[in-house]
């Protein structure tokens, strides 16, 4: 079988590979559809993504498929189900596990590398999905996850203020969750017009600049603020325009050499809270369950559809990735 490796460098290689039968409680897929994630660029920039990258490594972890084997353990799953994965790997066993959190596992790692045209996660980390539900779509289910768990740590409270960085893919699903929990007013922060514009369509109060949300942060009292671009820059205006008992969630994937900097006294006075958010622990059901119901509009997020080969290329120049979501297609089946 084909898949995409990140082989160091700033180079990317699709290479064949064995194709195998699932062992234990394996569940095999058929992979459909793969989005192209931000980490996936981190590590082909060279850098970390949610864990140390070693390269060889087959990029991709967005996946969505149909079964089309399973293991002599595995009890909830056969051949034809239509399902999306949970790429990384809690054991249930370690200290971390055992409390709730599978996201700081002491065995953690990543069990669906969608960039492949079959994948192989254990069944606890493969999830149904409805008949009604389009596989292109069901592929959204872990950056939506990951959407969730951040917006379950700051608890939005209904017909407060929210200001929110970024209208990326991730921007554009964050901004959709955050006009579900009743915030009364919702301001997008984005500096491309033509971004402004979805943002308004998905559900914004008001679209700006960066530097028209200073002026306005003296104006009112901003609740909450969440980051979805993990520049330097963004993440300290972030924290700066916050208001009094304001809540910042640093969702971006920032540069682990680019430390944040903020001045601790104006936080203070302000009494601000600054959280972060790691990964999708218990949050892939509830995923799947928004993405059935159509309440979320994912095809206005979607810049392109690349086969695995084509991806390379979009890697280097990112040429679609700064519109959008680029989709990768494996089987191409929906």
């Known amino acids: 079988m084909k898949a ?90 370690c200290s971390w596990c055992q409390q709730g959190f599978p996201n700081f596992c002491l065995e953690r790692h990543g069990v669906a590398k969608g960039f492949s045209e079959y994948v192989y996660p254990p069944e606890q ?3 149904p999905i409805a008949d009604s539900l389009d596989l292109e779509t069901a592929a959204f289910t872990e950056p939506l996850s990951c959407v969730i768990h951040g917006l ?34 919702i301001i997008v922060v984005e500096r491309e017009a033509e971004k402004r514009e979805l943002a308004l369509k998905l559900g914004a109060s008001l679209a700006v600049t960066d530097q028209e ?5 003296k104006e009112l009292n901003i609740d909450y603020v969440v980051e979805c671009i993990g520049l330097k820059q963004t993440m300290e205006q972030a924290i700066k325009i916050a208001g009094k008992n304001g809540k910042v969630l640093l969702f ?26 790691f990964l999708n622990p ?15 509009d994912t095809k206005s997020i979607i810049s392109a559809e690349l086969s695995l080969e ?20 494996l089987s191409k089946e929906h």
């Not at 064995?18 to 850098?47: M, S, Y």
């Not at 991806?311 to 280097?316: A, R």
Request: with cysteine.
């Open 213 to 217: 949300i200073e002026a306005l942060s």
């Open 310 to 329: 084509e991806i390379g290329s979009e890697l280097g120049a990112l040429d679609y990735s700064r519109k959008g979501k680029v989709m990768v297609y």
């Open 125 to 127: 980390n493969v999830y």
């Open 252 to 277: 971006g994937l920032g540069d682990p050499e680019e430390p944040v900097s903020f001045n601790q006294f104006e936080a203070y006075t302000k009494e601000l809270s600054i959280y972060t958010s």
């Open 4 to 93: 995409g490796y990140y082989v160091g460098d700033y180079a990317y290689e699709v290479r064949d590979i064995p194709e195998n039968e699932p062992v234990e409680d394996q569940v095999k897929i058929r992979v459909a559809w793969c989005g192209l994630c931000g980490t996936d660029v981190h590590k082909f920039q060279g850098k970390n993504g949610a864990s140390v990258v070693v390269p060889p490594i087959i990029l991709g972890h967005e996946c969505s498929g149909i079964v089309t084997a399973v293991g002599p353990e595995c009890k909830y799953f056969k051949p034809g189900d239509r399902v999306a994965c949970d790429p990384s790997y809690g054991c249930g066993k």
């Open 152 to 185: 379950d740590l700051i608890q939005i409270q209904s017909g407060k203020t929210v200001v929110m960085y970024g209208m990326g893919a991730i921007g554009s699903l964050m901004l959709q969750l955050i006009k579900y929990s009743g915030a009364g007013e």
């Open 282 to 296: 218990h949050t892939s059901e509830r995923a799947v369950k928004l993405l059935e119901s159509g309440l979320l």
